[in-house]
């Protein structure tokens, strides 16, 4: 009997990424496009997990391997790592509130890809210069 793999906050999950954990991200390039990615975590398509852990018969990756899982939310992380604990693994967790909740969390994620950076607000030099008086003669 498989049990449901627990959410972890961001950071738990962070720290067993730190620990050796093996992260992946099942969300799609879209939604990473749009959102940004974690530096360093394996992607792996949701529908397709055998591409990154073989076959459930003949796993290419140990089934004692820890594995935390990362999507936009746990709706989406919830079902992969179920499907990996009904695969034998006995390590995995999912990342409460997703992507959006690791992002605020303050943990490493780059920009959207196409994100305008923040405007630079204008500096002194760059304001109109003062009108000055004339004297009159």
């Known amino acids: 009997m ?3 793999p627990p959410l972890r906050a961001a950071t738990d999950a962070a720290a067993q990424v730190a ?3 093996l ?3 099942v969300r799609s390039a879209g939604g990473r496009a749009a959102h940004g990615e974690i ?3 394996t992607l ?5 997990l055998d591409a990154l852990f073989g076959p459930a018969d003949a796993p290419v990756i140990s089934l004692d391997t820890p594995v935390v899982v990362v999507c936009g939310s746990p709706n989406g992380s919830g079902p992969v790592a179920e499907a990996l604990a009904r695969r034998g693994y006995t390590h995995v967790s999912h990342v409460d ?4 909740a690791w992002k605020e969390a303050g943990l490493p994620a780059s920009d959207p890809v196409g994100a305008a950076p923040e ?8 304001a ?3 009108p000055t008086a004339h004297a009159r003669a």
């Open 128 to 130: 109109s210069p003062e």
């Open 119 to 126: 405007p630079a607000a204008p500096s002194a030099s760059a």
């Open 23 to 25: 992260l992946i991200d």
């Open 2 to 4: 498989t049990t449901t």
């Open 44 to 48: 792996a398509d949701r529908d397709d």
């Open 39 to 41: 530096p360093g975590a």
């Open 19 to 21: 620990d050796g954990a």
């Open 97 to 100: 509130g997703g992507f959006p």
